[in-house]
């Protein structure tokens, strides 16, 4: 299967207070997911939003809304979260007791299920719950903050897992997410990743718009002449 690289903008460095017109320009721009970052001051030290905003985004936008739970005990909210308009939940593996359990529900409650994997996280917990997940979200920046530094040692774990799924012949997508812009995203899909996540390169352009288009021109390995 040929991977199909998708650019999901992290509303985490929006303006909030402009949430949906920046929401639009990403959309118009051509991005084809928007990457929601929910985080409880518990499982990472930062708070960010909750069902509400989901709520509100599934209003104003037909992008998929991929939505990443930096919570403790995150089977309390999975519902909550489908229920708003998620169309991809992905959980920590920390953040829950049984994991096969809560993939199973998430599916059953509509929405794509994904594993996230922080940067000190086996991949070999992974081993026993691939079959059963869309998609794995590789942590390439420990989880908490936009405007991180991207970790390098998280290139020969995409290829690892790349190795894993091909081995396998598993229909399971990568998700790459932090510390990621212009400059590096190719080397990201050229080890196999395929949705990039990306907040700070994106909001923290001075045209949104552009940033998208010139992070999916560089992702696909195109000209990349217009990035600021
Ligand atoms: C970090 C979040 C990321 C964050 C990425 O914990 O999961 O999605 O928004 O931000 P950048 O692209 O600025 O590293
Ligand atoms: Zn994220």
């Given at each position: 299967m040929i991977p199909?690289?998708?650019?999901?903008?992290?509303?985490?460095?929006?303006?909030?207070?402009?949430?949906?017109?920046?929401?639009?320009?990403?959309?118009?721009?051509?991005?084809?997911?928007?990457?929601?970052?929910?985080?409880?001051?518990?499982?990472?030290?930062?708070?960010t939003i909750g069902p509400l905003v989901v709520e509100?985004?599934?209003r104003v936008t037909e992008m998929p809304l991929d939505t990443h739970l930096m919570i403790s005990e995150a089977d309390r909210y999975i519902?909550?979260?489908?229920?708003?308009?998620?169309?991809?939940?992905?959980?920590?593996?920390?953040?829950?007791?049984?994991?096969?359990?809560?993939?199973?529900?998430?599916?059953?409650?509509?929405?794509?299920?994904?594993i996230a994997i922080n940067p000190g996280t086996s991949l070999a917990l992974l081993d026993e719950v691939l079959p059963y997940a869309d998609f794995i979200l590789i942590m390439t920046v420990?989880?908490?903050?936009?405007?991180?530094?991207?970790?390098?040692?998280?290139?020969?774990?995409?290829?690892?897992?790349?190795?894993?799924i091909t081995e396998r012949n598993l229909?399971?997508?990568?998700?790459?997410?932090?510390?990621?812009?212009?400059n590096n995203v190719r080397s990201l899909v050229e080890?196999?990743?395929?949705?990039?996540?990306a907040g700070s390169a994106i909001f923290?352009?001075?045209?949104i718009g552009a940033a998208v288009q010139a992070m999916q021109a560089a992702a696909e390995g195109l000209a990349t002449a217009n990035i600021s």
């Open positions: 199909e690289i998708k650019i999901a903008p992290s509303i985490l460095s929006a303006d909030f207070a402009r949430l949906g017109e920046q929401v639009h320009m990403v959309e118009a721009a051509g991005a084809q997911l928007l990457h929601v970052d929910v985080m409880d001051g518990h499982y990472v030290p930062n708070i509100a985004l599934r519902d909550a979260f489908a229920r708003a308009g998620s169309t991809s939940i992905s959980v920590h593996v920390e953040a829950v007791p049984h994991l096969h359990r809560t993939l199973e529900a998430i599916r059953k409650l509509g929405a794509q299920p994904g420990n989880p908490g903050f936009g405007g991180q530094k991207f970790i390098p040692t998280s290139l020969q774990k995409i290829a690892r897992l790349r190795q894993m229909n399971v997508r990568i998700e790459v997410d932090g510390g990621i812009g212009p080890h196999g990743a395929e949705w990039i996540v923290g352009a001075p045209d």
